[in-house]
């Protein structure tokens, strides 16, 4: 599924077209202090390290990538992608993520495609629903559980009122203050029945906050090697809002 651990990945030469509407960034923060302090891009979930997971999915989608992290482990460098810091320093919360990737986003292209580090299901339909979104607009999946601002696409219009809300904020958990920022740029939303279609059971908006949420990644990944799906699972999805 994955490239070897340690194994150098470059930008796709020439890959061109749809790949080449927008950029995707992956937000790795900092240190999942509820997690004994681990980065949590390199997490196994059945084996496979979560940025493994994430890359594999996403290289054929976009030709740009970036990390964004406070924390750059030697394994997130060896990757081959561009790894950034927060620009407003560390502790500012996953908005700050959001800043910095509209900060680095490359001229010629209008929008950036953001996920949390993680996310070890991303779904690639997902992905390039929102990479090809137009243009000037940003879109954030939204579901019966709230919105879902941390696997969206932000334009490059949206980077001024990102920073504001930043600078503004004293929610230094960012989670509040994602679910504000949303309303603040007031995005398109993706929403059912399409979302569903393109996220089965929203597994791709399971994020490891802790421990029992590793467990329970772990149980899915085992189901879904071992065979079709068999309905919801529930309870699988913590929420960040």
């Known amino acids: 599924m994955a490239e070897p651990e340690g194994a150098s990945r470059r930008p796709p030469a020439g890959a061109g077209g749809a790949a080449a509407r927008a950029a995707l960034a992956i937000l790795a923060g900092g240190r999942g202090l509820r997690m004994g302090g681990t980065c949590k891009s390199l997490l196994r979930v059945n084996g496979v390290r979560v940025i493994d997971r994430q890359l594999a999915i996403a290289e054929p989608l976009f030709d740009r990538i970036v990390l964004v992290t406070s924390a750059p482990e030697p394994e997130l460098l060896a990757l081959g992608w561009p790894v950034i810091p927060d620009r407003m320093g560390p502790m500012q919360g996953p908005a700050a993520g959001l800043d910095a990737a509209l900060a680095w986003l490359p001229e010629e292209l209008a929008a950036v495609v953001c996920v949390a580090a993680d996310m070890p299901f991303l779904s690639g339909p997902l992905l390039a629903r929102l990479r090809d979104h137009p243009a000037?607009?940003?879109?954030?999946?939204?579901?019966?559980?709230?919105?879902?601002?941390?696997?969206?696409?932000?334009?490059?219009?949206?980077?001024?009122g990102i920073r504001a809300f930043v600078r503004a904020s004293d929610d230094q958990t960012g989670t509040r203050a994602l679910r504000d920022l949303v309303r603040a740029i007031d995005p398109d939303?993706?929403?059912?029945?399409?979302?569903?279609?393109?996220?089965?059971?929203?597994?791709?908006?399971?994020?490891?906050?802790?421990?029992?949420?590793?467990?329970?990644?772990?149980?899915?990944?085992?189901?879904?090697?071992?065979?079709p799906e068999d309905g919801p699972r529930r309870g699988l999805v913590t929420e960040r809002h």
């Open 136 to 160: 000037g607009r940003s879109l954030v999946p939204r579901h019966a559980g709230g919105v879902e601002p941390l696997c969206a696409r932000y334009a490059r219009s949206a980077a001024d």
């Open 189 to 227: 939303y993706l929403e059912e029945p399409g979302l569903s279609e393109l996220a089965p059971q929203l597994d791709a908006f399971i994020n490891l906050n802790r421990p029992s949420d590793l467990a329970r990644a772990e149980a899915v990944a085992a189901a879904r090697h071992s065979g």
